[in-house]
């Protein structure tokens, strides 16, 4: 099985930061990208931000509501995703859930895998 753990997020005033981390683990044989999603009462489940694998070259892709705000990083070991988010607004208000693309023991092909979701809010 694979488990995404997330930590951070929580109530902050417009401006203010905060930082989203998550972590892959269980039986996975490759993980192809890392990312955040999230969704807004009411709305679709949006990308936030990616990135790929080594890979990959790590590239990163963000949603234009987010650039220039938010950075998303991976660790060395290329299992943990952490999404620094800058200059929060109300409208970044949301339950955000880590992503995994990856080749795992149940998908050899690969699959994409989501976290529980954490909840931001961005209120004064």
């Known amino acids: 099985q694979v488990q995404l753990v997330e930590t951070g997020g929580g109530a902050v005033q417009p401006g203010g930061s905060l930082r989203l981390s998550c972590t892959a683990s269980?039986?996975?044989?490759?993980?192809?990208?890392m990312g955040w999603y999230r969704q807004a009462p009411g709305k679709k489940r949006e990308l936030v931000a990616h990135?790929?694998?080594?890979?990959?070259?790590?590239?990163?892709n963000y949603a234009d509501s987010v650039k220039g705000r938010f950075t998303i990083s991976r660790d060395n070991a290329g299992n943990t995703v952490t999404l620094q988010m800058n200059s929060l607004k109300p409208e970044d208000t949301a339950v955000y859930y880590c992503?995994?693309?990856?080749?795992?023991?149940?998908?050899?092909?690969?699959?994409?895998?989501w976290g529980q979701g954490t909840q931001v809010t961005v209120s004064s």
């Open positions: 992503n995994l693309e990856a080749m795992t023991v149940q998908d050899p092909y690969g699959g994409d895998y």
């Open positions: 990135i790929t694998n080594i890979i990959g070259g790590g590239t990163t």
């Open positions: 269980g039986s996975i044989t490759e993980i192809y990208s």
